[in-house]
């Protein structure tokens, strides 16, 4: 802690010792030196002519008193020597206690300013730590980007396909429905087809019976029942072929299917499931289809019967 500023008494003091030290009339600089380069040189200078002066003028009073005046002061004078000795004393003592007060305050002073220096140092190096470890931070998130950047052009590249893939299952679909719709269509068409000729074969079986009970009757009728049996089963013929066309085309239609489903990998079960209706349906076909065949073999055999009557008669 620095001092505020200096009494005569400190500037006395190094002047009295600097004269014990031997150094006669000591010089300004040398009382500041003395007094640890405290002090204006003002403050020394003035309070350095006071003490010479008074020093002086003692000096010439014991010489013009009396010897007895002279031993008087000389006690008198030693008296207070030694009270101002005493006074000294305390002040130094008062001064020494200040000085090991600042003293201990400079130590602990110190200590701080030495742990202020640890502590400066431990967070340099912290710094240095942190600084290292933000340089591997920053190479990683560099890294981390690289990455993320190649990760982003294959999801990119990844989108791409996915959007193919659905525009072909989107294709897919749009064929699977038209073809359903043809099925769909196909049956109703084939479901009519078979209502008409079970009306016409109900019709035709109704006919026949009446025929056969009027064969007898007149040949001319029954010639022209055969005549009209003979254009229904050109019709059946007509309409077999029709069915077995429709066949071949709904064969065709499984293929297509059958191809399309096997590429579309993703949909192959419902395509599979779809394909085994569709089959399923086909298999219904091919058994309408024998059973109209049968139905024309059935009505073939009025045809059979009624030439062979013709035959019979003709002979007769």
């Not at 600089?29 to 640890?36: F, K, M, Q, T, V």
């Not at 130590?107 to 220096?117: F, H, N, P, R, W």
């Not at 019709?203 to 009027?214: F, H, I, N, P, T």
Request: hydrophobic share 30%; glycine share 4%.
């Amino acid at each position: 802690m620095a001092r505020t500023g200096i009494s005569q008494f400190d500037v006395e003091k190094a002047y009295k010792s600097l004269i014990s030290q031997g150094v006669n009339n000591p010089s300004i600089d040398a009382i500041r030196a003395e007094l640890g380069n405290t002090g204006s040189k003002t403050t020394i200078s003035k309070y350095l002519k006071d003490i010479k002066k008074t020093r002086t003028n003692g000096t010439l009073t014991e010489v013009k008193v009396s010897d007895a005046i002279g031993h008087l002061v000389s006690q008198l004078a030693a008296r207070l020597n030694a009270e101002a000795n005493k006074t000294i004393e305390d002040m130094e003592q008062a001064f020494d206690k200040e000085r090991k007060s600042w003293n201990q305050e400079k130590s602990g002073l110190e200590e701080s300013l030495s742990q202020a220096t640890e502590q400066n140092k431990a967070l340099s190096d912290n710094i240095h730590s942190l600084q290292a470890k933000l340089n591997t931070a920053s190479r990683e998130s560099e890294q981390l980007n690289t990455e993320l950047q190649g990760i982003q052009s294959d999801l990119k590249e990844l989108t791409a396909v996915c959007g193919q893939k659905d525009e072909r299952i989107i294709d897919l679909e749009k064929s699977l429905q038209h073809s359903y719709d043809n099925l769909s269509h196909f049956r109703e068409s084939a479901k009519e087809q078979r209502d008409q000729q079970e009306r016409k074969h109900a019709e035709e079986v109704s006919g026949l019976r009446a025929e056969q009970r009027k064969l007898g009757q007149t040949i001319a009728s029954q010639q022209s029942e055969l005549t009209q049996l003979n254009r229904q089963n050109a019709e059946l013929i007509t309409e077999k072929r029709l069915l077995a066309k429709s066949q071949r085309e709904l064969q065709n239609s499984l293929k297509a299917l059958t191809e399309q489903v096997q590429s579309a990998s993703t949909d192959r079960e419902e395509l599979l499931a779809q394909l085994d209706a569709i089959t399923k349906e086909n298999n219904e076909l091919n058994t309408s289809v024998v059973q109209l065949e049968h139905e024309v073999e059935e009505l073939k055999s009025p045809e059979k019967l009624a030439k062979k009557q013709e035959v019979a008669k003709s002979k007769s």
